[in-house]
């Protein structure tokens, strides 16, 4: 049997090179780089904006009795000069027993205590302002004079007293409003300027008020009016003419 000979078998040919993955162009990352160079930028900015002053309004407050209140607002600035929405404050009073505060972020209520001057100080980060509070409360009212004799007139004519006010320290209150009132009205009435006027005979006490202090006057009224001055009396039905002249028609 004849030898067999080998087969002639093909060399396997070179496998093709496989395709190298694509790469994208470095144009394309740099609008990445470029938003959030942009975005670290803005936040070192925000970030070196911070609170450099404050500024308070109203700048100062006056009260005339204890428990008294007003608001207060506070306008925060940073380095850049801009306002800062989102900066808040610390509120506190230098004497809590002038004045209290209260208040949350930029707004704030002040209320009076006692007699005296404190500071109200708002502080945001290192920057601060303060304003300041006085309480004068009137403790003490002089009138003068110290008693009143009025005449009643044809034409009506009030009585002005010179009221004096004094604070808790004794010193003198020329702000104030001054009213007057009378405890029979029929005798006397008073008016917001400090005035008595006389209305009908006989005799009362007139009260002069400013704030919470007060004083009393003796007020005594005597009738100085002519006969053409005085209401004419009435007597009789003086609709009975009128009655007679507007009678019904008789049926």
């Not at 144009?27 to 609008?31: I, M, Q, S, T, V």
């Not at 404190?118 to 309480?135: F, I, K, L, P, T």
């Given at each position: 049997m004849a030898a067999m000979l080998p087969l002639p078998f093909p060399r396997p040919s070179?496998?093709?090179p496989l395709p190298r993955p694509s790469r994208r162009p470095r144009?394309?990352?740099?609008?990445r780089l470029a938003t959030v160079a942009l975005l670290a930028g803005a936040g070192?900015?925000?970030a070196c904006d911070r609170p450099a002053r404050v500024e308070l309004d109203p700048p100062s407050l006056r009260f005339h009795a204890a428990g008294q209140s007003a608001p207060i607002r506070a306008s925060v600035r940073g380095t850049s000069g801009k306002l800062?929405?989102?900066a808040g404050c610390e509120w506190a009073s230098s004497d809590p027993r002038v004045a209290a505060v209260q208040g949350k972020l930029r707004d704030a209520t002040v209320t009076a205590v006692g007699p005296g001057t404190?500071?109200?100080?708002?502080?945001?980060?290192?920057?601060?302002?303060?304003?300041?509070?006085?309480?004068r409360i009137a403790s003490r009212v002089d009138a003068t004079p110290a008693r009143l004799d009025l005449r009643l007139q044809d034409a009506?004519?009030?009585a002005a007293l010179q009221v004096q006010v004094?604070?808790?320290?004794?010193?003198?209150?020329?702000?104030r409003p001054v009213a007057t009132r009378c405890a029979d009205e029929s005798v006397c009435r008073g008016d917001d300027r400090g005035q008595i006027w006389p209305v009908g005979p006989g005799e009362t006490r007139a009260t002069v008020q400013v704030d919470s202090a007060s004083t009393t006057v003796p007020v005594k009224v005597v009738d100085a009016r002519t006969a053409e001055g005085r209401?004419?009396?009435?007597?009789?039905?003086?609709?009975?003419?009128?009655?007679?002249?507007?009678?019904?028609?008789?049926?």
């Open positions: 070179a496998a093709p144009a394309r990352a740099l609008p070192a900015l925000s800062l929405p989102a404190a500071a109200v100080r708002c502080s945001a980060d290192r920057a601060g302002a303060s304003a300041q509070v006085v309480v009506p004519a009030p004094l604070d808790t320290d004794g010193r003198p209150l020329s702000d209401p004419r009396r009435v007597s009789g039905n003086p609709m009975l003419d009128v009655e007679k002249a507007f009678a019904p028609p008789k049926r």
